[in-house]
């Protein structure tokens, strides 16, 4: 299929639009907002093309397709976020390649990660992942578990928590998934609250919004939101 630039230019218009809307609504400001862009539906080109229009952050559920898009587009100045499940086996090739990991859901990934980032001399900035759905959804750390977990966060000295990513069951109306939000928004004021004071953990991100409960995740307060399907509507 021809690329077409006039569709994918319209889309992110759209997009960026319902994103200060739902911003302003909230009394925030757009610029709060982090558009991070879903490339897992299309291909490097059309990834190329919508970093082009000026999209700075891309993100991949699947490590082997961020290794492939890394290596394509690595001539242009994108930050890429992992989405999705990491095993093990695959940290090495992708750390490099990541500026934030979204989906960190274990003690067991947090230490190989640490591990990993401490090999290389770096600090490697992450969320974890909570599940907020509960049955509906199966991914991500119980609340209860983070609870445990980031008191003990100087175990990890090369990972800085940066935040918290939530998915809302798919199934979920409107004021159910805003619920979930908000769910997520508390949590994350709690566990501020039981990070060891002096780390470099911020814990100022919320990840969370899709391109069918984006608007209801930054009325909710997050920073940043992950749309896919939204942008390449007519186009893959
Ligand atoms: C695919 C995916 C998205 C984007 O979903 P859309 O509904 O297409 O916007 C967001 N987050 C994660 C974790 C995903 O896997």
């Given amino acids: ?32 907002v982090t558009l991070v862009a879903i490339t897992k539906y299309v291909d490097a080109e059309l990834a190329r093309a919508l970093v082009e229009l000026g999209v700075t952050d891309l993100g991949e559920s699947r490590p082997q397709s961020l290794w ?96 918290l990513m939530g998915m809302a069951s798919l199934d979920g109306d409107p004021s159910a998934n805003r619920r979930e939000f908000a769910s997520l928004r508390k949590l994350r004021e709690e566990l501020r609250a039981l990070a060891p004071a002096g780390g470099s953990s911020t814990l100022a991100e919320l990840s969370m919004g899709m391109s069918g409960d984006f608007e209801v995740a930054i009325e909710e307060g997050a920073t940043l939101v992950r749309v896919g399907s939204a942008l390449w509507e007519g186009l893959a």
Avoid: C
């Fill in 68 to 163: 492939e898009k890394g290596e394509a587009l690595a001539d242009l100045p994108v930050r890429w976020h992992l989405v999705g499940h990491l095993q093990r086996n695959k940290i090495r090739r992708t750390l490099p390649l990541v500026s934030l990991m979204h989906s960190v859901d274990s003690q067991r990934i947090l230490d190989a990660l640490n591990a990993e980032a401490a090999r290389e001399g770096r600090t490697l900035d992450v969320l974890l992942e909570i599940n907020i759905s509960g049955e509906a959804n199966k991914t991500g750390l119980p609340a209860a578990e983070a609870r445990v977990l980031v008191p003990q966060l100087p175990n990890w000295p090369n990972i800085r928590l940066q935040g």
């Fill in 1 to 32: 299929m021809p690329l077409d630039l006039g569709r994918l230019r319209a889309n992110l218009d759209a997009v960026r639009v319902n994103i200060s809307a739902a911003a302003a609504r909230a009394g925030r400001a757009a610029a709060e």
